[in-house]
């Protein structure tokens, strides 16, 4: 689920008709928007506290052949929650797993990988290294 939750919306639609396109959709619940409340620790260990809030969307479905899909994803797209909670769905059957394994899941998750990668080399760059610095005491 969270790859589908991650994956970029063209990813998503560009994928649906080819793998799934012969399967009907009806909507079970939403898609709706909501705000869920993010918390934070200092140091990983310390008092929670609110640090703010975050819009979320929620879908549910029913496909024509049964299977009922879910999916939340961050942000207000309501077309990308209703796809991803469809191939949610899709992927419960066992005739459509493989290739939405080989045809969204893993092209989701290493643009994900690609993207946190990305993400850890600029945070590296800003790295500063206090013991190399001069202290200006001899």
């Known amino acids: 689920m969270s790859a589908f939750a991650v994956a970029p919306p063209a990813l998503l639609r560009d994928a649906w ?3 799934c396109g012969a399967l009907g959709i009806a ?3 939403g898609p709706e928007t909501g705000l869920v409340m993010l918390r934070g ?3 990983g260990g310390g008092a929670p506290f609110n640090l703010g809030e975050a819009s979320v969307t929620r879908a549910s479905v ?3 052949s049964g299977e009922i899909g879910h999916a939340m994803i961050l942000g207000r797209d309501a077309d990308k929650a209703g796809l991803a909670a ?3 769905a899709a992927w419960q059957n066992a005739d459509l797993r493989a290739r939405i394994e080989d ?3 893993a092209p989701a998750l290493a643009l ?3 993207a946190e990668r990305r993400r850890a080399e600029e945070t590296e760059a800003t790295r ?4 190399t610095m001069v202290r200006g005491e001899d």
Do not use: C, Q
């Open 103 to 105: 045809e969204v899941v």
């Open 112 to 114: 994900e990988a690609e």
């Open 17 to 19: 008709e080819p793998i």
């Open 86 to 88: 469809a191939f949610d």
């Open 128 to 131: 500063v290294d206090f013991f």
């Open 27 to 29: 909507p079970v619940r």
């Open 62 to 64: 029913r496909l024509s």
């Open 41 to 43: 620790r200092v140091g």
